[in-house]
């Protein structure tokens, strides 16, 4: 095969994402669970509690059409400025970003919007997540945020690499 041939195949794999999800999908999960350590981690910079519920005890009272995965709750003044999310207990991240961006979003504009709260996971993909972040969770982001991302082939190669360093860090035991 020619060189030229190979690196059209290689862009044409990197283009409709076969390269991307066959190296990643194993490794998934702990980039989930450093998102939502950084989600805890800035709950607890904003003075907000992440309480986990049952989904039943979350929606006690509701029917079924106005059940819901989260909420968030500012509680009573007398309390100071305490903040709660409550999740169900098998709530996902894309859950826990959506109620903390009612909370930034409210914090900064002053209103609250179903969509705006949506919108607020694209704002801590860029400010809290290296770069390649949004490279991997690309779809999450498009349905979630309304948006259409492409990356050219030397993005995604680029992305593929910071992602492999990356992990590296997340395997490699710390010493104490």
Request: net charge negative; hydrophobic share 40%; with cysteine.
């Amino acid at each position: 095969m020619k060189i030229k041939e190979l690196f059209i195949r290689i862009r044409l794999l990197f283009n409709f994402g076969f390269i991307k999800f066959d190296f990643l999908d194993a490794k998934t999960d702990k980039l989930i669970e450093y998102i939502n350590k950084k989600i805890k981690d800035l709950s607890v910079e904003e003075n907000i509690e992440i309480k986990t519920l049952t989904f039943e005890e979350l929606n006690k009272g509701k029917i079924a059409e106005d059940a819901i995965a989260g909420c968030f709750v500012y509680l009573p003044k007398d309390i100071g400025a305490f903040r709660e999310i409550r999740v169900y207990d098998n709530a996902d991240v894309w859950t826990l970003l959506h109620e903390l961006g009612h909370y930034f979003i409210y914090k900064r504009d002053g209103e609250q919007t179903e969509k705006n709260a949506d919108m607020f996971t694209e704002e801590f993909f860029n400010n809290y997540l290296p770069p390649f972040f949004k490279w991997v969770f690309q779809i999450n982001l498009n349905v979630r945020c309304d948006t259409k991302r492409n990356f050219t082939s030397l993005e995604c190669y680029y992305h593929l690499q910071e992602y492999k360093k990356f992990i590296k860090t997340l395997e490699t035991p710390i010493l104490v």
